[in-house]
């Protein structure tokens, strides 16, 4: 007999500004995820200790040997929970799933039905986990064509802190002894597209392309919004520093190659410009391959897999 235990529906997203005097005042308050519909419940994915429990109580009731239970060998860091179906809107049908647990954090993978043509790692928003990537609609366009979406709890609003490229630096060790590939393309909602671009920064990740929907970059500005402040200063135990900002480190992120694509939804041109026009500005004047674009909720999926067209290994 297994353990498990179910999750509840978690609106995800940034802390929506209203007016600048709002900014101190106003309660945080979740934007759903762009282009997403309210999805079914998922099941939580198990964690350590109801994996183990429900393996250890399974071995016993059936008279057979932990060893032989014992998942393949891995790094001490991680434990493999037993694949398992993590429904969603980012799920197409005939995709599969990994589960597992890496130093405490939940990590999921989003396999397509044929053999990949590319690896992912999706990078979820304010108030995300390891169930985001498969509660967002416009992932699933991204899976039917080909592509491993990998993703995880990433230390949750963790606005691009060090300990989160640290859990990249797992997921991604973990994701290519999996498959075999590397990485090629990032993608980023909100909050998540500081945790990607600073993991970019300091190594912790390499890839050719990265996407970002309604992408934070800035924490100077993510810093007017209701309440970040304070989570912010929280996730790094203080005041960040200039290298935790992106907007602070274009050369860096220009040397690494990446073509960069930021997209905001359609007819909210002023989120975007405001969150990633001047990192856009300053990676197309360092050399970098940028575009920027206002995406219908209906095509937002489509425009990722064109996007992810010139990045497939």
């Known amino acids: 007999m297994s353990t498990t235990t179910t999750r509840s529906d978690r609106r995800r997203g940034e802390n929506a500004p209203t007016t600048d005097t709002a900014f101190a005042t106003a309660p945080p308050r979740r934007r759903a995820p762009y282009g997403a ?7 939580r ?13 399974a071995a016993l ?19 493999e929970a037993p694949t398992e179906t993590v429904a969603g809107v980012g799920v197409p049908a ?4 990994l589960t597992a647990t890496l130093d405490g954090q939940q990590v999921v993978q989003i396999l397509p039905s044929g053999t990949p043509v590319g690896v992912a790692v999706f990078f979820h928003g304010q108030g995300g986990d390891a169930g985001s990537a498969a509660e967002t609609a416009w992932i699933a366009p991204l899976v039917s064509a080909g592509w491993v979406v990998a993703t995880g709890d990433l230390h949750g609003d963790s606005w691009g802190s060090p ?9 991604v060790s973990w994701l290519t002894g999996e498959t075999g590939l590397a990485p090629r393309l990032l993608v980023s909602e909100g909050m998540g597209a500081l945790v990607s671009l600073n993991s970019l920064t300091r190594g912790a990740v390499e890839a050719g392309c990265w996407y970002g929907v ?5 924490l100077t500005v993510a810093s007017d919004y209701a309440a970040a402040t304070e989570l912010i200063a929280d996730a790094y135990r203080g005041r960040p520093g200039a290298a935790d900002n992106p907007v602070e480190s274009t050369e860096v992120l220009g040397a690494t190659g990446s073509a960069f694509r930021f997209v905001g939804a359609d007819g909210e041109d002023t989120f975007t410009a405001r969150n990633s026009g001047a990192l856009a500005e300053a990676l197309t004047a360092a ?19 064109e996007f992810a067209g010139g990045c497939a290994t």
Not at 50 to 55: A, E, F, H, I, P
Not at 163 to 171: C, E, H, L, Q, Y
């Open 214 to 218: 309604e992408a934070m970059t800035d």
């Open 45 to 57: 994915l198990n964690r350590r200790g109801t994996v183990v429990l429900g393996v250890g109580i």
């Open 94 to 97: 005939g995709a599969a799933t």
């Open 61 to 79: 009731v059936a008279g057979v040997s932990l060893s032989v239970l014992a998942p393949p060998s891995i790094p001490d860091a991680v434990l």
């Open 163 to 171: 300990t989160a490229s640290s859990d990249v630096i797992d997921i």
């Open 287 to 305: 050399g970098a391959s940028v575009s920027m674009g206002e995406v219908g909720v209906d095509e937002l999926g489509a425009d990722l897999v």
């Open 37 to 43: 519909r309210r999805p079914a419940p998922m099941e």
